[in-house]
Each structure stands twice: as C-alpha cells, then as structure tokens.
C-alpha cells in the first residue's frame, strides 16, 4: 500500500507529560514515527495543501493561538513546553484573553498535550499527510496509509487535548466531501474515542461518524463516547459510537466492527476516512484491550471487506518496540 510521511512531523517533540499526578516522558514520541516508517517501507513525502483545508475544520483563533503559543510562552519568561493549569469549565464563551495562560486553557481540555517549539510544524505536516493520502485515494488508488504524528482525534474545532492539536481525519474527510467523493465516513479504531472528530461532525447529517472504543465510563477522554451519543439536529442518527469494556479480544472486536459496518453502509457510504490507532495492542503501555499481534491483519481484513475506498489515518498506538509490526500487520489485511 502507498504510505505517506513527512520528515517535518519529527519536529514535535514534548518533553512530558503530566500522568497520575507526576511528570512522565512524553508517549507520544518522535520514535513512534520512526518504528512505523522503517516498517512501512519507505513512505512518500507529503505535498503541501497550504491552510484552506486545515481552515475547514478548526477556527481561525485556535490557529493563531496554537501558531504563537510556544513563542507567547516564551515570552511570558517560561523554560520548556507550554502547558495549562485552569480551565473555564463552568461557563466557557468566547472572551478575548490576553494572558498565555488564560489562552491554554481556553482551547485545550488535558494537561498531557504540551505545546513545544516545534508542534505547530508537527501537526501542519501531519495534516499535510493526511491530504497527501486524501488525495492519493481520490486519485484512484483504492487505499492509502497517510503516517500521521501528532495524531488527531481528541483535537475539536477549537482545542486541542489527546496528544492532538489539528484532527487530520476530519481535515481529510471534510476535503474528501468537498471533492464530490461523499457519501463520507469516518471510521475510528483507536482504543480511545475520537472526542474531536465527534464535536465536529455531531451537528452535521452529511458526514458519518462511528467509533469502537474502550467504555468512557473507565477510559479517557470520558466525557465523550457513550452510547446514548448518536447526532444532535440536522447530524441526528449519523454519530454512531460502540464503546467495548476493558479486556475485550478479537472476537468482540470484529463483531463491533460488523456492527458498525452495518450502520456505515445502511447510511448509503461511497467513502471512508479510517482513524486507525494500534493503541488496542494487549502490549499499549497506556491501553487495556487484548487485541493481540497477529489479530491486526484480521482487523485491516474486516475493513477492507467494506469494499469502500479507505484513506488510513494513524493515532494512537504506544508500544513503541512493537508499533511498526502491529501497523504493517494491519495494512496487510488490505489487498495491494
Ligand atoms: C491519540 C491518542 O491515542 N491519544 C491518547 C491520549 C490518552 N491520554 C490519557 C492517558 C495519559 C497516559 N499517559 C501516559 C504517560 C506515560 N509516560
Ligand atoms: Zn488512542
């Protein structure tokens, strides 16, 4: 399969995070990248797309403030990454602040996305990737692997949180059904709900939404990813999302997948932008499913079977020793 990557994602590099009370390394590292690259082969650079797709989905304040964060943090006389400590929980509208502090809490909802020098080059390649994809797949090629870091998911229209900051899947979907490719899905296999892509998409009827993920009732981003949650107005029956319990294995997993399979092609789908996370692995160091290595190629088999033209957008996935094996595993179910 035809992968893209593009050296400049490299260039996000967090130091830590904040986890459980106390500074760990950072999970979402650079390394991550670089274990699927070598798996992979050799992906293809991504071609730039410049910020009208980006535009699409995210508001245009959240861009300038993710642009001059890590400078205004700077600024402000700080060492190291920017990172929040309050947020406008009880009532959150739209005041102008000033204060770097204030801001990085207006648009972002965790403590474990930093902003580090590099991160807005990061995730502006990264969403370049994903259209470079995108468009591969327009193209005509029936699938393509777009090797996204930071990932995407968590991040919303207007904050970022999950180890996101721009959401590729939804850049990539709202580009593919301005193209006329549509009927769109989007598909999210991560371990964790794709909060992002539903704030997005959840008030919209033209663009799908379906998600296979571990129970917010014991999981991150909790606020998000219950049952009950199915589209709001003109977006009402097109947000689908099947939240499994810890431990779940292969078996379970693929009837979710069938079940979502269902939905997506009863909504009448012509196109589908994958949201794939190998963070299911029974190895995750931050994940508590059993999907074990051989299983992704079953998983990667079961997607391909939807007989839809796919665009795959990595997320998560943090065994980092077996990360590589586990994603080529996956694009192995997929058909050359
Ligand atoms: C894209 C994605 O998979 N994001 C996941 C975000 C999960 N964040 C909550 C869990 C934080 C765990 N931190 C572990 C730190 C180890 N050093
Ligand atoms: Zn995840």
């Not at 204060?99 to 909802?109: E, K, P």
Request: net charge negative; proline share 5%.
């Amino acid at each position: 399969m035809i992968s893209f990557f593009d050296e400049r994602q490299l260039s996000h590099t967090p130091l830590r995070e904040l986890h459980n009370g106390t500074w760990t390394p950072y999970a979402e590292c650079a390394d991550r990248a670089r274990n699927i690259r070598a798996a992979v082969g050799t992906p293809a650079p991504a071609r730039d797309f410049g910020m009208a797709p980006i535009e699409a989905i995210h508001d245009a304040d959240y861009l300038a403030f993710l642009k001059g964060a890590h400078a205004a943090w700077r600024a402000a006389g700080r060492e190291d990454d920017a990172i929040g400590y309050t947020w406008p929980v009880v009532r959150r509208r739209k005041l102008s602040l000033d204060r770097i502090d204030a801001r990085l809490g207006q648009y972002s909802f965790d403590a474990s996305t930093p902003i580090a020098e590099g991160t807005w080059d990061g995730a502006y390649w990264s969403a370049q990737t994903a259209l470079t994809a995108l468009d591969a797949v327009l193209g005509g090629a029936r699938t393509a692997f777009a090797l996204c870091r930071p990932p995407g998911h968590h991040a919303g229209a207007d904050y970022l949180g999950g180890y996101c900051y721009l959401n590729n899947a939804a850049i990539a979907a709202q580009h593919a059904h301005a193209a006329g490719a549509g009927p769109v899905a989007i598909l999210d296999v991560d371990y964790h709900h794709g909060n992002g892509t539903q704030d997005i998409f959840e008030a919209r009827g033209d663009i799908f939404f379906a998600s296979i993920h571990a129970d917010p009732v014991t999981d991150y981003p909790f606020y998000w990813g219950h049952a009950d949650e199915t589209g709001i107005g003109d977006g009402a029956g097109t947000t689908l999302n099947i939240p499994l319990p810890r431990g779940t294995r292969i078996d379970a997993y693929l009837a979710a997948l069938d079940s979502a399979h269902a939905q997506i092609s009863a909504w009448g789908t012509r196109f589908l932008v994958l949201s794939f996370g190998a963070d299911t692995f029974s190895g995750d160091p931050i994940s508590h499913f059993a999907i074990e290595t051989e299983d992704f190629s079953a998983i990667g088999a079961r997607i391909a079977a939807m007989g839809l033209p796919t665009a795959i957008i990595m997320e998560g996935g943090y065994a980092v020793g077996d990360l590589g094996g586990n994603v080529a595993r996956f694009l192995s179910g997929f058909p050359d």
